[in-house]
Structure formats: structure tokens, C-alpha cells
């Protein structure tokens, strides 16, 4: 088993809110990751439409697991997101990051996220501190 996948399992196990989201990891390599989920009636609001936060939620695990692939121990610093389209109950929404720096101490991140119909509804942008703790130490 790979490195990148090896933390992602790893990290989703103890992961509860991304389970309760219903994640599934679609693709996982050193710096980069696909993740996918359906839109339940009960993350909706009251305009009847997905709450911000799910979207956002899902970007943010996807930077969090795209930034630990590389067996580094990273966490966000900085964060944000802009919604373009609305999200209803039902939608598949995958997102996928991309990694667009990385240096010893910090890594940048683009997600883009679409919908079933290939079309983009939320963009994310995320900072994160790479620590120098690794996911799983060779002692």
C-alpha cells in the first residue's frame, strides 16, 4: 500500500464527521485527492438548499488529506471558499484538490468542487502548516 493512501486511511478511521458526511475517497496520490459525497435532506437549510458548510466541509477534507499524503502531519492555518451555484438534496458533489506549492513549513491547496453534472459550485482555496511530526515514524 502507498504512502498517500496508507495516511488517508488512517485519518478517515478516526474521522467521524467525515464519515457522518458519507466521504468516499475516489482517488488519493502524494499531493492530491478526489473525494465524492451525496447531499442529504438533513444538511440542508432553511432556503431548502445544502448548508455552506457542507461544501466547504467536504473542500476541507479534501485539503486535509491531500496535504498529509505526502506521511507529513499538516493542518490548515488559512482558509476560504466561494459558493457559485446552489446545492439541493440529492446532488453528488466531488471535489478535488490540487496542490499548488509546498515547502517545508507550508503547503497551498486549490479544490475545485462540481456537482453530478460536472458543473462547479463552490471553489476553495486553503494554507497549511506542515509540522515535522511524520504519519508513521520508521523507529
Not at 70 to 96: F, M, P
Amino acid at each position: 500500500m502507498d504512502l498517500a493512501k496508507k495516511v488517508v486511511d488512517k485519518m478517515m478511521s478516526g474521522d467521524a464527521f467525515s464519515q457522518w458526511l458519507g466521504i468516499e475517497v475516489l482517488e488519493i496520490t502524494a499531493g492530491s485527492c478526489k473525494l465524492q459525497m451525496k447531499v442529504r435532506e438533513e444538511m440542508t437549510n432553511g432556503f431548502n438548499i445544502a448548508h455552506g458548510g457542507i461544501a466547504y466541509s467536504l473542500a476541507d477534507s479534501c485539503l486535509a488529506f491531500a496535504a498529509n499524503s505526502h506521511g507529513i502531519q499538516a493542518v490548515s492555518i488559512e482558509t476560504s471558499i466561494s459558493h457559485t451555484q446552489k446545492v439541493i438534496s440529492g446532488d453528488t458533489l466531488t471535489s478535488t484538490a490540487k496542490e499548488i506549492n509546498k515547502s517545508t513549513k507550508t503547503g497551498l491547496y486549490y479544490i475545485t468542487i462540481t456537482n453530478q453534472n460536472n458543473i462547479e459550485i463552490a471553489h476553495f482555496k486553503g494554507t497549511v502548516y506542515r509540522t515535522k511530526k511524520e504519519w508513521f515514524p520508521k523507529n
